[in-house]
């Protein structure tokens, strides 16, 4: 899977290094220009962030081509690898695009932030920096963030399994089945109709209640359910790609 | 003899439209065999069911006896008739790939005929010529020590040099031990490579016989057999 | 070594028949040794298995001979090599008759014809 991994990220990197390049170009200048001419604040930082989501939807897309193009090219179908391992390595290489943008967009926010008169006294709260809690968010983001990448893969393996025109439309209208079809299964498994794969369903409704509000999320009853739900699913998911991959996507 | 390739009764359809029908054959190891057959007439669509790259509709593929699938990719070498590298690679990249991917694939013998085909490492992929190409391909694909090779048209759309060159390369550096596919529509220039031929056409085998048996029993060379059959 | 192939015919024929020619001109010598069957292949670019086949058949004929671990060498039998010289000159002679029969030549004609032609190429 590293190895795959490897030529991912060999065939992608100037994208991706390039993509990168270009959104902190674009967010120092937006920064310059926004405070030189003294715009809104809250302008700049909608702006910014918008930039940032921007920036990782395009790099996700790009992983999520990467995954169709290598499905349907001799150099990857001929290996003798398990082909969960392609599936993995894609991932592997999404994990680290969003690690980059998220990684940029905090060195942005910290630097921003130590320059401008913000009270930024909620932060250091030390009860805020309570590492079970951040682990928590952060296991809980990645594996939200895993599994639409696993759905929208899937669908992606669907729509290549047809060998006919407009198979892509295969795919969406998949995703959006699965989707529904999750949705409708937790509402009756678990009468919480909030969640949706992937989507955090964590509900912060008052900012200075953050801290409380993360532990509470931290409480296993609330996860156990739903969590194995979304277990089920993406095992189903990662079983069936490999099947269609073995079985039905043609080249 | 144990087979090293065999189709029984194997049917295959795109849209509809039948690719394969009902084929059968076995090939024998040690063997050059022509897979000869007009475009279109099902020659990719056994070469790709032998990768394991597509399945059948019905009927069996097995090589060594075992159906086709992630194992049988592990002793089958198979040249496309469309790039095994990415567009992004230079040569030595490409060498690479294959080294970190195929455990029977042999560096030496992989430096020695690029060396022989006049490939230089640190070329681009995406610059190389149709010609230069389909030799880098065949260098990949050969140096693999493999049970059965799959050459799907290795000298179609080269010139006339080029395609001397990929002859040569195929007789210096292909394993005895194993057998060989080779597809084409090119019957004149290739036919002395080959032990036995297979004609295809519309999806069904309508001949496989060893060559010098055609020579003797017909009098005729593959060619002139070729465009007997095919009618042109 | 180069034959200029003519595909109509089982090509280890033509291969056998340029080896014998090239025994019975001299180009080998009784006793020296053969391209080994790969060498031969690549150099005439065709199935090596081809010529593995023209070699047993000449083996068969013991016009080669193979010895244990150091190749194939062309046999030291003078009278097999005088063997393939009568039967290429069979050959020749052969056809040559026939094409003069052809002509409307009759057999005696043909002797004379050939003697006066001997006759003539000794003058010059």
């Known amino acids: 899977m590293?190895?795959?991994?490897?030529?991912?990220?060999?065939?992608?990197?100037?994208?991706?290094?390039?993509?990168?390049?270009?959104?902190?170009?674009?967010?120092v200048v937006l920064t310059i220009v926004g405070l030189t001419r003294n715009w809104d604040e809250?302008?700049?930082?909608?702006?910014?962030?918008?930039?940032?989501?921007?920036?990782?939807?395009?790099?996700?897309?790009?992983?999520?081509?990467?995954?169709?193009?290598?499905?349907?090219?001799?150099?990857?179908r001929l290996l003798t690898l398990h082909p969960l391992n392609g599936v993995g390595a894609v991932i592997i290489l999404s994990w680290f695009v969003m690690?980059?943008?998220?990684?940029?967009?905090?060195?942005?926010?910290?630097?921003?932030?130590?320059y401008s008169d913000w009270d930024t006294s909620l932060l250091k709260?030390?009860?805020?920096?309570?590492?079970?809690?951040?682990?928590?968010i952060v296991l809980q983001t990645v594996w939200g963030y895993t599994c639409i990448m696993v759905a929208i893969l899937l669908s992606i393996t669907v729509a290549r399994s047809f060998r006919v025109k407009g198979s892509t439309w295969i795919g969406i209208l998949f995703f959006i089945i699965l989707q529904s079809v999750y949705s409708w299964l937790q509402y009756l498994l678990f009468h919480n109709n909030k969640a949706s794969i992937g989507v955090i369903s964590m509900d912060i409704t008052d900012s200075n209640d953050a801290s409380l509000s993360f532990f509470s999320n931290m409480n296993i009853n609330f996860l156990i359910g739903p969590f194995l739900m979304e277990l089920v699913f993406f095992i189903g998911s990662l079983y069936l790609m490999s099947y269609l991959l073995n079985k039905k996507v043609e080249i | 003899m144990e087979s090293v390739l065999q189709l029984t009764n194997v049917t295959k359809s795109y849209r509809g439209k039948k690719a394969l029908d009902n084929v059968s054959f076995t090939l024998s190891p040690g063997k050059i065999i022509g897979l000869l057959g007009s475009n279109g007439s099902g020659k990719s669509t056994i070469m790709k069911l032998a990768a394991g790259l597509i399945q059948p509709a019905s009927g069996t593929v097995t090589i060594g006896g075992q159906l086709v699938g992630r194992e049988t990719r592990a002793v089958t070498s198979f040249m496309p008739d469309q790039p095994l590298t990415e567009s992004w690679m230079r040569v030595?990249?490409?060498?690479?790939?294959?080294?970190?991917?195929?455990?029977?694939?042999?560096?030496?013998?992989?430096?020695?005929?690029?060396?022989?085909?006049?490939?230089n490492k640190t070329d681009r992929i995406s610059t190389l010529s149709k010609g230069m190409n389909e030799r880098l391909q065949l260098t990949l694909t050969l140096s693999?020590?493999?049970?059965?090779?799959?050459?799907?048209?290795?000298?179609?759309?080269?010139?006339?040099?080029?395609?001397?060159?990929?002859?040569?390369?195929?007789?210096?550096?292909?394993?005895?031990?194993?057998?060989?596919?080779?597809s084409t529509h090119l019957v004149h220039d290739i036919e002395r490579i080959f032990d036995e031929v297979i004609f295809i056409r519309e999806g069904k085998i309508v001949l496989q016989d060893e060559v010098e048996n055609i020579r003797i029993t017909h009098g005729k060379s593959i060619d002139e057999m070729f465009k007997g059959v095919f009618g042109e | 070594m180069s034959i200029e192939f003519d595909n109509n015919m089982p090509i280890y024929i033509q291969i056998m028949n340029?080896?014998?020619?090239?025994?019975?001109?001299?180009?080998?010598?009784?006793?020296?040794?053969?391209?080994?069957?790969?060498?031969?292949?690549?150099e005439l670019q065709i199935n090596p298995n081809t010529v593995q086949r023209t070699f047993q058949e000449l083996e068969r004929d013991g016009i080669v001979e193979t010895k244990r671990g150091l190749g194939r060498y062309v046999t030291s039998e003078e009278s097999k090599i005088m063997e393939i010289k009568k039967e290429m000159a069979g050959d020749l002679l052969g056809r040559f008759i026939q094409g003069m029969q052809e002509l409307g030549f009759a057999n005696n004609d043909i002797v004379t014809i050939v003697a006066q032609a001997v006759n003539e190429e000794d003058k010059e």
Request: proline share 2%; hydrophobic share 50%; glycine share 4%.
């Open chain 1, 125 to 136: 709260q030390p009860e805020l920096w309570n590492i079970g809690a951040i682990m928590g």
């Open chain 3, 18 to 42: 340029y080896i014998k020619k090239e025994i019975v001109i001299g180009n080998l010598k009784a006793g020296d040794k053969i391209p080994a069957v790969r060498e031969l292949a690549l």
């Open chain 1, 2 to 27: 590293i190895k795959l991994l490897k030529y991912d990220w060999k065939r992608n990197s100037d994208g991706i290094l390039s993509t990168l390049a270009i959104l902190i170009i674009v967010q």
């Open chain 1, 42 to 76: 809250i302008v700049l930082v909608s702006l910014s962030a918008f930039l940032y989501s921007l920036t990782g939807i395009l790099l996700f897309i790009n992983c999520c081509r990467t995954f169709d193009h290598n499905i349907k090219s001799y150099s990857r």
């Open chain 2, 144 to 182: 693999r020590n493999a049970k059965l090779y799959l050459l799907d048209e290795p000298i179609g759309g080269v010139d006339p040099v080029a395609r001397a060159k990929i002859l040569d390369a195929i007789v210096n550096y292909y394993n005895e031990e194993s057998s060989m596919l080779v």
């Open chain 2, 92 to 119: 030595e990249n490409a060498i690479q790939y294959y080294n970190d991917f195929f455990t029977d694939f042999d560096a030496a013998k992989a430096n020695e005929m690029l060396t022989f085909m006049k490939l």
């Open chain 1, 99 to 114: 690690m980059a943008v998220v990684v940029i967009a905090a060195i942005h926010f910290l630097i921003y932030a130590s």
